[in-house]
């Protein structure tokens, strides 16, 4: 298994600029979720997924939209990127439905993002 | 106030030293307590977790909870150089977890 898989690794913007962050998991899981990662800020939770056609917000949704049309896979778009955007984002996921019970969370290698 | 607190370091210790990472968090509904270990450039990992208050103990790392005060520490005992990394405190209940801002961790030969 490949895990969480992050595409790409590195990207540069230009203000007002559109992209999708690519996130794809190979190990069936229901949850997946996308974390942006800033300096004295921890991980943030943007928007996660309990099940393919389910998502729902998390800490810092603004100027990002997410869609999940299969289990594996759960791309975050940024429609009109920002300097505010510049930041390292990683996927995760986990295998039950909801976080209930404390399940354990399996994360990428994360998308270092500058816009500029 | 942030939901869950955590001295961001940065940590220095010697090898071989016991390290000691404690976060705090706010909310009594928080079910769930785990320590993430993040090496640079990587996504965090799993190490520790634990739901209820007291002591959990997996080799040279002890996670320890007390939900009367609301703080969770992370021990790690005969530190080496491959323990240099982030540690982030994680904490919840449904699905949104609150992870700390986390704490810096060298260990210097």
């Known amino acids: 298994n490949a895990g969480v898989t992050q595409t790409p690794k590195f990207q540069v913007l230009k203000t007002g600029q559109s992209m999708t962050l690519q996130c794809a998991q190979d190990?069936?899981?229901?949850?997946m979720s996308w974390y942006r990662q800033d300096p004295g800020m921890g991980l943030r939770l943007i928007h996660y997924?309990?099940?393919?056609?389910?998502?729902d917000q998390g800490e810092v949704p603004n100027g990002y939209n997410v869609s999940r049309s299969t289990t594996e896979d759960f791309p975050l778009r940024l429609l009109s990127a920002a300097p505010s955007q510049t930041s390292v984002y990683f996927c995760a996921s986990s295998p039950q439905r909801g976080l209930g019970l404390g399940e354990k969370l399996f994360f990428g290698s994360g998308t270092q993002l500058s816009v500029l | 106030q942030k939901e869950v607190e955590q001295d961001p370091g940065p940590l220095s210790v010697p090898e071989g030293a016991i390290v000691s990472l404690n976060c705090t968090y706010s909310n009594s509904a928080f079910q769930y307590f785990m320590w993430y270990r993040q090496y640079s450039r990587k996504g965090p990992e799993l190490l520790m977790y634990t739901y209820s208050s007291g002591n959990k103990e997996d080799g040279r790392f002890t996670a320890q909870v007390d939900k009367s005060s609301k703080y969770i520490s992370l021990f790690i005992r005969d530190s080496q150089p491959s323990d240099s990394a982030t540690y982030l405190c994680?904490?919840?209940?449904?699905?949104?977890?609150?992870f700390g801002t986390g704490t810096q961790l060298k260990v210097e030969l």
């Open positions: 997924s309990v099940g393919a056609g389910i998502t």
């Open positions: 994680d904490t919840g209940g449904g699905n949104k977890l609150t």
């Open positions: 190990m069936n899981h229901e949850y």
